[in-house]
């Protein structure tokens, strides 16, 4: 809903879920040298051809973003901006943006690829998020999983957050977003610097552009905005799957104004199977950014995209005489 929202802006293109920036960012020592254009060329055709980056959901020509990728800066965050800046040109928009739920582990990462990004944060009552994943078609995970992945996206919101670069991370509620959707709408859009436009209030009238209709898990997104799923936990979670949340994600929920229902505490083996699967999560979560840092050692090329004035500016490189320095979005 907030992507479409978002797209429905008349400067700001936000593509359906991509799936190639995390992966291309763990895969770029693979790439090799970036300064050579047929290493560029390689990590163009991979990005377009691989189907598990859903490049086709894009409506792009796979060559021309090739060929714009092979022209381009040779860092890496600049070659997946370049895809997502053809995106946002196929709608006559400046700005683009990507959108994943887990996006929230990766925060550094994202960072070192756009140094000047912004980072928008919806959070939604964690008992209505675990219901919803449980009826996701492509969702595999246990409700334990599912808990454990509410609490470590609250975690980063209070704990990680803080730590990002100022005026860089805005956050909201989805409950307040539906209830009252272009209050929340104008906030976000000072934030991002740009003015609120009254057809952001309204995401289904692009649900058929950014939305793929293989999607078909989407499609309340194609009606008016609503709050009739807030709080619909209590209908779609049975009893142990409430005291569980709430046994697990009390404090977290009471922070962000969330009521608790008053379950009973949940049973000491459900609790252990929790603790079990937050404690797996825990350890790859620490194994990933250890690998990471080993990485990072044997990079040939910096990584930070060169799209933007900002983000040359950032890299300390100098910009061409007499231009004007200002800080592109």
């Known amino acids: 809903m907030l ?17 190639f920036m995390v992966a291309a960012y ?16 390689e990590l163009a055709e991979w990005v377009v051809n691989r189907r598990q980056s859903r490049f086709h959901d894009l409506g792009l020509e796979g060559e021309e ?8 800066p040779s860092t890496l965050g600049s070659a997946l901006g370049i895809v997502l800046r053809a995106y946002a040109a196929r709608h006559g928009k400046p700005r683009w943006g990507d959108k994943r739920p887990s996006y929230f582990q990766h925060i550094d990462v994202l960072l070192r690829l756009f140094p000047d990004a912004q ?11 675990v219901a919803s994943l449980k009826e996701m078609p492509w969702y595999s995970g246990s ?9 470590e996206a ?3 919101a209070r704990h990680g957050a803080p730590k990002l670069p100022e005026g860089s991370y ?9 209830t009252d959707p272009e209050a929340h709408l104008r906030r976000l859009c000072d934030f991002l610097g740009e003015d609120f436009d009254p057809v952001m209030c309204e995401p289904k009238l692009v649900a058929d552009i950014a939305c793929p209709a293989h999607k078909s898990w989407h499609s309340r997104t194609h009606e008016d905005v609503t709050t009739s799923r807030s709080g619909s936990w209590t209908e779609r979670l049975d009893p142990w799957e409430i005291s569980l949340c709430e046994s697990v994600l009390g404090d ?16 000491t083996s459900r609790m252990v199977a929790y603790e079990r699967t937050a404690a797996k999560r825990k350890l790859a979560r620490f194994k990933r950014v250890a690998f990471d840092r080993l990485t990072r050692l044997r990079e040939p090329n910096p990584l930070g995209a060169r799209l933007t004035t900002g983000q040359l500016v950032l890299a300390g490189v100098p910009l061409p005489r007499n231009e004007p320095v200002k800080v592109d979005n």
């Open 143 to 151: 409700v334990y999983s599912a808990v454990a992945a509410w609490a």
């Open 3 to 19: 992507q479409l929202m978002t797209h429905a802006h008349p400067r700001i293109a936000i593509p359906p879920e991509t799936r």
């Open 154 to 156: 609250i975690d980063f």
């Open 26 to 41: 763990q895969r770029r020592l693979h790439f090799g040298d970036l300064n050579d254009p047929a290493h560029r060329r």
């Open 65 to 72: 973003v090739v060929e714009q990728i092979v022209a381009g």
């Open 170 to 178: 805005h956050e909201l509620r989805y409950e307040d977003l539906t």
């Open 252 to 267: 977290r929920l009471e922070t962000y104004g969330y009521e608790l229902s008053g379950a009973p505490k949940t049973e």
């Open 119 to 129: 980072f928008v944060h919806l959070i939604r009552d964690g008992r209505d998020c």
